[in-house]
């Protein structure tokens, strides 16, 4: 086959540089462990997942189905990566919820925690708001780059070495998160 015809049949599913790190399957299996361990947690609460988009997306409305209880859904939307795969430090909210969480039990639902500064200024802005209790779901944990150490994550889908990871709701640049496995990325300036 030549080059350009190869080029041709790739796809974002196929893309030679993304390595699949953990498969639909797998995904699927450790989603419903969540899933079961928080509806055990969680029976006779009144519980709340704040998803925080976009990345979570994916992840909310798999571990949503995987919990048999009744719940509520909230969405909130913060930047700390402006289309690059450098951490800035800075979060800023640019959707808040939409409902109280006075006297809720808050799950938090994020893609992945890397430096932990997202989660813990979340952490810190939905903690002055009288929840019941808050704590943390993240589908991946990448704990190599933490800056925030003392972060702590209740609810870890998998805990990944400290590459740059694509699918399930992860994105480089915004794209590939719609990848139904997450991929490492082999080379992200080629992305
Ligand atoms: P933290 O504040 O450094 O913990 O960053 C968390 C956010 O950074 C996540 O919600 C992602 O949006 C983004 N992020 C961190 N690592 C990756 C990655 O490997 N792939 C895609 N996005 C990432
Ligand atoms: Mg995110």
Redesign the pocket.
């Known amino acids: 086959m030549t080059a350009g015809l190869t080029q041709m049949l790739e796809t974002e599913f196929t893309n030679g540089n993304l390595e699949v790190l953990y498969s639909e399957t797998q995904i699927g299996e450790r989603i419903r462990e969540l899933g079961l361990q928080i509806t055990r947690e969680y029976a006779g609460k009144d519980l709340v997942l704040v998803g ?1 988009l976009k ?1 979570s997306c994916v992840f909310l409305a798999d571990l949503m189905r995987a919990i048999d209880l009744p719940l509520t859904i909230d969405f909130m939307s913060v930047s ?2 402006k289309d690059g795969t450098k ?1 800035t430090g800075d979060v800023e909210i640019l959707k808040d919820l939409s409902n109280s969480i006075r006297d809720k039990h808050v799950i938090i639902a ?10 813990t200024r979340l952490v810190e802005i939905l903690g002055s708001r009288g929840a019941a209790s808050i704590k943390i779901a993240t589908f991946l944990d ?1 704990p190599e780059p933490r800056i925030k150490k003392e972060l702590v994550v209740d609810y870890t889908g998998f805990v990944i070495p400290n590459k ?3 699918g399930y709701g ?3 640049a915004g794209r590939y998160r719609n990848l139904p496995f997450i991929a490492v990325v082999k080379d992200p300036a080629a992305v």
């Open positions: 925080v990345g700390s990566y951490s994020e893609d992945i925690v890397d430096t932990g500064l997202t989660l990448k740059f990871v694509v992860l994105d480089a």
